[in-house]
């Protein structure tokens, strides 16, 4: 069964300086990875998605993710973090091939930026 | 812009009442839809998969009759939630694949309905 594990609850950085949020996952199969960002009281924005080929996948806002597959990680990060990036944080796991297959979430990350 | 519309953004009625849900998909038509319940501080938790022109897909714990699911159309589905009570108070969400259900799509999320029942 598929799973994502996301270890910080929370992540705090000075604006500036670079961010990481970090994500394992367990798949029995290709991997497809997600993150999305949530601000307050809305849905889900898609950020970037790993389903094959380069590593270091790029992302919207600046953020990019580093897909490491000896680690099954799939960290977050961006080399200079704004306040506006302040949000919840969520890694996921596709169920399956198709962009039909449901999609387990992570717990979470909140990601705070101090001026 | 928004390729997923979800309203309402927030409800709150008396315990007791029905209450539906709708999800749209802008632009494109989608087979399947999911619905999300979100806790406060919490993840999203997947209730069930919404399929035009079938019964949706429930997960596990998630009770069918009160949470009935309709999806009429290839751009509409809706989420009721029956005889609602105050533990059925929560953030729901949902999310359909955008464009052709390959490999490559990601998917879109509504902007959410917050639910409060009185």
């Known amino acids: 069964a598929q799973s994502v594990a996301q270890p910080e609850d929370q992540v705090n950085v000075a604006e500036g300086n670079p961010l990481t949020v970090k994500c394992t996952y367990s798949v029995s199969g290709n991997p497809y990875l997600f993150w999305y960002v949530q601000y307050p009281n809305r849905g889900l924005q898609f950020l970037l998605k790993?389903?094959?080929?380069?590593?270091l996948v790029k992302g919207s806002y600046g953020f990019e993710a580093e897909f490491n597959k000896s680690q099954t990680s799939f960290h977050l990060k961006k080399p200079s973090a704004l306040v506006s990036d302040s949000a919840l944080y969520f890694c996921?796991?596709?169920?399956?091939?198709?962009?039909?297959?449901?999609?387990?979430f992570g717990s979470g990350t909140r990601l705070s930026i101090r001026p | 812009g928004a390729v997923v519309s979800q309203h309402p953004s927030r409800v709150i009625c008396k315990s007791g009442t029905s209450v539906k849900i709708e999800c749209r998909s802008l632009d494109f038509q989608a087979t399947t839809m999911f619905w999300y319940r979100q806790f406060p501080k919490q993840s999203l938790m997947l209730m069930a998969t919404?399929?035009?022109?079938?019964?949706?897909?429930?997960e596990q714990g998630v009770e069918k009759d009160k949470f009935l699911i309709n999806h009429a159309s290839l751009t509409l589905s809706t989420l009721t939630v029956t005889s609602a009570h105050p533990e059925d108070s929560s953030f729901y969400i949902c999310s359909a694949p955008f464009g052709v259900p390959g490999n490559n799509q990601p998917q879109h999320f509504g902007d959410g309905t917050r639910l409060s029942i009185l």
């Open positions: 919404s399929n035009e022109g079938s019964k949706a897909t429930y």
């Open positions: 996921a796991v596709r169920a399956g091939y198709s962009s039909a297959s449901k999609i387990i």
């Open positions: 790993y389903i094959t080929g380069d590593n």
